[in-house]
């Protein structure tokens, strides 16, 4: 049983280009979301799915993109990398069956950017 | 919007000191509340979450936290603590109209004496 999936678990990009954190849980989890980590500022909220086709913004959604056609997938997109999005990225899923589900999160993805 | 603080940011104990890590919460209306746990190197998992009912709750390896509705807050304790305590934690929120998203502290780190 995979669990949440992240890839990939590192990445060096130049400021300005473009790249995909993928996430994958096999779950059946309704709720996707991502979120990144910094050191003094815990976990931000970037962007959070309830469900195929539906995606909101959480606390620190600009720079990034999501979609979501699959249950199964969430991934996040950086269209135009910038030094500020230097930063450790997880995905975490949960069941929204009785709103009583914990979180589970992947291995995280470590992104600096130059 | 609901949001987390986490005074303690980095709390340092010996062996079988006594632990309480302090967490409020700002969200006007009802809430689910959970601690998760960061170990070196490795990514968040669930110490322990109140949904409902008795408001102390235990989690495992010998944490509790006790819901105070009145302060708004989510005390974390441990009565005796141990240098496999040693990692960061995170207090986080849900409220019941939010949409199910997840809100993170900025975290307290621990660091246990042997």
């Known amino acids: 049983n995979a669990g949440v999936t992240q890839t990939p678990k590192f990445q060096v990009l130049k400021t300005g280009q473009s790249m995909t954190l993928q996430c994958a849980q096999d779950m059946n989890h309704e709720y996707m979301s991502w979120y990144r980590q910094d050191p003094g500022m815990g976990l931000r909220l970037i962007h959070y799915s309830v469900g195929a086709g539906i995606t909101d913004q959480g606390e620190v959604p600009n720079g990034y993109n999501v979609s979501r056609s699959t249950t199964e997938d969430f991934p996040l997109r950086l269209l135009s990398a910038a030094p500020s999005q230097t930063s450790v990225y997880f995905c975490?899923?949960?069941?929204?069956?009785?709103?009583?589900?914990?979180?589970?999160f992947g291995e995280g993805s470590r992104l600096t950017v130059l | 919007a609901q949001s987390v603080s986490q005074h303690n940011h980095h709390v340092i104990l010996s062996e079988a000191a006594s632990l309480e890590l302090g967490c409020n919460y700002s969200y006007g209306g009802t809430v689910n509340l959970f601690w998760y746990v960061q170990y070196p190197g490795q990514h968040l998992q669930l110490l322990l979450k109140?949904?409902?009912?008795?408001?102390l709750v235990k989690g495992i390896k010998g944490f509790e936290a006790e819901f105070i509705k009145s302060k708004f807050s989510f005390n974390l304790r441990k009565p005796s603590v141990q240098w496999s305590d040693t990692a960061e934690y995170f207090c986080a929120v849900e409220g019941y109209s939010s949409a199910s998203k997840i809100i993170f502290g900025s975290g307290t780190r621990l660091s246990i004496r042997p």
């Open positions: 109140y949904f409902s009912g008795d408001p």
């Open positions: 975490a899923s949960r069941g929204l069956a009785g709103n009583t589900g914990e979180l589970f």
